[in-house]
Each structure stands twice: as C-alpha cells, then as structure tokens.
C-alpha cells in the first residue's frame, strides 16, 4: 500500500527559502521516477519538478533556477529545496511517483504560503 507523507511547508516571506521532505513507502522507490507537484485555490494540480531513478531532473519554466529536486533511496525520500520564492508558489506541494494522475492516491501534502 503506498504512503507518502510531506512536510516542510509554511509562511515565509517573498525571497525566502524551505526545503520539503516527501517519505514514500509502499512504492520501489530506488526505481521510481518520483515528482513533486503543486495545487494552488481554483487550480489544477501541476507538476513542478520530477527526478528519475537515475537522479536525471526536469524542471516546469516557472521553477527553473530556483527549486531542486533530490532524492535519498536509502531513506525512501525525495526532497525539494526552493529558494527565492515568489507569492505565485503558494499552493499546497504533493509528491508521487511520475507519472501521477488525479485517480493516483495522494498523500495530505504540505502548505507554503509565500507573502509578498
């Protein structure tokens, strides 16, 4: 049975950084393409960043240059360090495996709210 729990989120100002964690378990993590994504009041969920089994990441335009996505297989963990955020980041940050759909089970996610 798959879990994922996220964490790392809050209020920070415009500019400022976090760091989410994302423990996922019932999943063969090590050779799992995993992702992060993000859904914002009256929006669809998007993917913001995802890394492949490999460590290969790809990142959405909007992030490019300013988030990181990373993973520990020993820990089952993925993680993403954001720096300079923006107001327009603010949404709650899920993570999954890559691909994910909206039928997929999702974890609670974690909220960052960003203030301009």
């Known amino acids: 049975q798959v879990q994922l729990v996220e964490s790392g989120g809050g209020l920070v100002q415009a500019g400022g950084s976090l760091r989410l964690s994302c423990a996922a378990s019932?999943?063969?993590?090590?050779?799992?393409?995993m992702g992060w994504y993000r859904q914002a009041p009256v929006k669809q969920r998007e993917l913001v960043a995802t890394i492949r089994s490999g460590s290969i990441t790809n990142y959405a335009d909007s992030v490019k240059g300013r988030f990181t996505i990373s993973r520990d297989n020993a820990k089952n963990t993925v993680y993403l360090q954001m720096n300079s955020l923006k107001p327009e980041d603010t949404a709650v940050y899920y993570c999954?495996?890559?691909?994910?759909?909206?039928?997929?089970?999702w974890g609670q996610g974690t909220q960052v709210t960003v203030s301009s």
């Open positions: 999954n495996v890559f691909p994910s759909y909206e039928n997929n089970y």
């Open positions: 019932g999943v063969i993590f090590s050779m799992s393409a």
